[in-house]
């Protein structure tokens, strides 16, 4: 996990809007949560969910997966950020391309998956550091190459927008 901001994209990013990078901030209970740091990647849940909720939503969200938890289910590996905009600097058009790429077919190397991507190794690369930051992406070691992997069979994707409810609207007591 990053103990810093992570700018999302090299200059020649498709989704880039101006020169000043963007930062990304993942909320600070999943960044010092550590959460599959020690797992190994096949023991990893199939599926991540990367989510835009509030603080709120979030803690209850967490609160209702420990207790599928409990009862045995498997539970996702869940990525919050209270801010759309994070979730969105994260997931551009490019790294998403990317991450489609390396789960159909497991590149053998990342020099692989940029002539496959047609793009260049140094932009594969950054967008695969900052996937890795947070445990999107992982890399197994083949020979004198490192071989990105995903080791979720599934990545959903949430953003939720609601009108908020005011204290009047809540149902009594």
């Known amino acids: 996990m990053p103990d810093q901001p992570n700018t999302p994209d090299t200059p020649d990013d498709a989704n880039s809007t ?14 010092e949560a550590g959460f ?25 969200d967490a609160l209702d997966r420990f207790e599928r938890w409990e009862d045995g289910e498997e ?12 979730l969105r600097a994260l997931l551009t058009d490019r790294r998403v391309e990317l991450l ?3 789960m159909t077919e497991r590149p ?13 190794v140094k932009s594969i690369h950054d967008d695969l550091q900052v996937l890795t930051d947070y445990d999107i992406v992982h890399f ?4 004198r ?13 949430s953003l939720e927008i609601s009108t908020p409810r005011s ?3 809540a149902a009594p007591a």
């Open 167 to 169: 204290a009047d609207d």
């Open 75 to 86: 539970i996702p590996h869940v990525i919050n950020f209270q801010n759309p905009s994070d």
């Open 145 to 157: 190459a490192k071989r990105p992997f995903v080791p979720y069979d599934t990545i959903e994707v």
């Open 36 to 60: 599959l740091e020690d797992r190994d990647p096949e023991d990893y849940p199939s599926v991540l969910r990367i989510t835009s909720n509030s603080e709120q939503a979030h803690r209850q």
């Open 18 to 31: 101006d020169s000043a990078p963007e930062e990304i901030v993942m909320d600070d209970i999943e960044a």
């Open 140 to 143: 197994e070691q083949a020979g």
């Open 100 to 102: 489609r790429s390396i």
């Open 108 to 120: 053998d190397s990342i020099r692989q998956l940029a002539e496959r991507l047609d793009r260049d």
